[in-house]
């Protein structure tokens, strides 16, 4: 694996602890001199929450969350629950929804599943509903708007209601990056949630709503042995992040002795990357949509609900922003938090990141970058925002399980790379 830090003579990459396997992943970014998605380092941190004794055991206060503004419907994925928003709205053929240039394909894909039509509209650069170009958006065939709280920061919700009410249109509300947080979940006809950025599962989202039709969407479970099997999964991703260490004989008996050095299978053949991507993402299964969450994950979310979870996550996010601080390259898009919100992730703007991120990548950060792969429909002409955004926008973590070690590192990491750079 060739080590791009490595290479400039960076020392932002170290070695394993003790006992913890070097494990390589597939770059979805970055490419080596022969066009093939890298190898990189797997994060040496949790990217997102995971598993640990002292979480089982500790108890605290309940938090307010998006789980209080109606009834719940607990599905697979959070893509799911925007699949059952649009059919409770009866949203198909011939319909658009207005959705943001800014965002995943996993709001567009149920969508076009449906065989409506997405229609983008501009976002400011802070992350704000342009309503002035939604409002020119709007055709006879408009049925609903989604509106996303990115990274946890709020938009204005009684000016989206109020839109959303001049014209008679839906207003869904994604709250995938904001499960938490004052007045999150309290705006939208239907609201969107999605368990794994906030707590420790490997599946689940669920859907939130007053409107009555909710209650009578019916979900098929998804059997004990699925629950096993992510608990099981949960147990191995905890222990390999130094989680759980009590559980590495059970683990041993399970998988046999693991190798010191492990890979993520070859990677197929290079595609033309201008070549037309798939209508549907490959991640969007449309069996998958009529599954219940399992009772692993409303366990985690019941448990994990707390004040405990939303204090630590704003404590964390803003350690991460005083040790990497503000330098002439890179700066937080929002360097304090303001009071109530509970973020997702700590969103950095980086001058020159297509040439930093091999080096961030090597470094093993825990990090993404939010709507990096646009559209072949969305360039400036349909928001400039979006454009720039995708080209300098990363994420670092900053969820409730990080410990102030495991901050120091990857923070600091980043700002050696960054200041180096510059």
Known sequence: MVNASTERGFVVSPEPPRGRPRRTIISQTTRDAAGRKRRIPEPLEPAFPLLSLRGILRWSPRAPSILDHGDVLNV?????????????LNIGPGDEV??????????????????AAPVFYKIGPDLAVDLEDSEEKITPATKAILAAHLFGFPQDGPALR????????????????????????????????????????????????????????GLQSQGVMKNFRQLIALIRISYRFRRLRVMGPLLRLIDGPSDASIEAPEEKPPTDP????????????????DLDATGLTKLMVRHNTTRYTTERRRQN?????????????????????ESGIVP???????????????????AAIPMQRYSQFLRKDIDESV?????????????????????EAEIRRFAGAFREIVLREN
């Open 76 to 88: 697979s994925a959070g893509r799911y629950a925007i699949a059952h928003a649009l059919r409770l």
């Open 98 to 115: 207005l959705v943001p240039a800014y965002h995943c394909s996993v709001m567009v894909d149920p969508i076009v599943a449906l065989g």
């Open 162 to 217: 109020a839109f959303a009410d001049r014209h008679a249109i839906a207003l869904i509300e994604d709250c995938a990056h904001a499960f938490f947080g004052e007045g999150m979940g309290s705006f939208g006809d239907f609201v969107i949630g999605s368990y794994f950025k906030f707590f420790p599962v490997t599946e689940g989202g669920c859907l939130v709503s007053k409107r009555p039709e909710i209650r009578h969407v």
């Open 274 to 289: 201008t070549s037309t991507p798939k209508v549907e993402n490959v991640d969007y299964i449309r069996r998958d949509e």
């Open 317 to 337: 996010y803003q350690r991460v922003v005083d040790i990497v601080g503000e330098t002439p390259a890179a700066r937080p898009l929002f360097p304090r938090l």
């Open 344 to 362: 997702f992730m700590v969103p950095f703007w980086v001058d020159r990141l297509e040439a930093l991120f091999p080096f961030m990548e090597d």
């Open 383 to 403: 928001c400039a925002t979006t454009v720039d955004l995708s080209r300098h926008l990363v994420q670092l973590s900053c969820h409730q399980d990080l410990t």
